[in-house]
């Protein structure tokens, strides 16, 4: 069983950061892109990163380039963003979801979440 | 970027016919996938590739693309399938959206 758990949520105040965790287990890690995705009442889902199997290629979207950076590592099983310079519209439930590069890119197994909450 | 429309709500009885459409100029040349959200769960996909079914979803779940809509029907819905629902399509490796979700209330 496909199995994704997150953990490193919590508060912080804005300028902060945060590094976010996902354990994964049920299927062979290495061989999937991985991604973040995060969820806001005001603006629903949104893809924040993904990284391909070996970590060499990274795509984030343009409102955390430079800010946050995805990262895995594959003996460990486990998937990483370090999140600096926190915003207050950064607040959502961080998703850590495995990815399928076919057709076209998508996601199929996601994580249960972790709340990160930036405020003063 | 690209934006995907859907109906903010959609409400059928027990055993009815639910239709949600996903509309978007991206849906006229890729595929639209489907996402169900209960209430304090993760999402979970059930339609991928305009009208591919996972394994382990309910044969009641099926999608259809003409287009630039994609629609998702469930047929025979139950109680159990009341959620919110979002299409998700892609263009690239840069661009990925998701639409607004549409609550399911089946009543």
Known sequence: ?120 | SYELTQPPSVSVSPGQTARITCSGDVLSYKYGYWYQQKSGQAPVLVIYEDSKRPSGIPERFSGSSSGTMVTLTISGAQVEDEADYYCYSTDSSVNFAFGGGTKLTVL
């Open chain 1, 1 to 120: 069983e496909v199995q994704l758990v997150e953990s490193g949520g919590g508060l912080v105040q804005p300028g902060g950061s945060l590094r976010l965790s996902c354990a994964a287990s049920g299927f062979t890690f290495s061989t999937y892109w991985m991604s973040w995705v995060r969820q806001t009442p005001g603006k629903g889902l949104e893809w924040v990163a993904n990284i391909k199997q070996d970590g060499n290629e990274k795509f984030y979207v343009d409102s955390v380039k430079g800010r946050f950076t995805i990262s895995r590592d594959n003996a460990k099983r486990s998937l990483y963003v370090q999140m600096n310079s926190l915003r207050p519209e950064d607040t959502a439930v961080y998703y850590c979801v495995r990815g399928v590069a076919a057709a076209a890119y998508y996601f199929d197994f996601w994580g249960q979440g972790t709340l990160v909450t930036v405020s003063s």
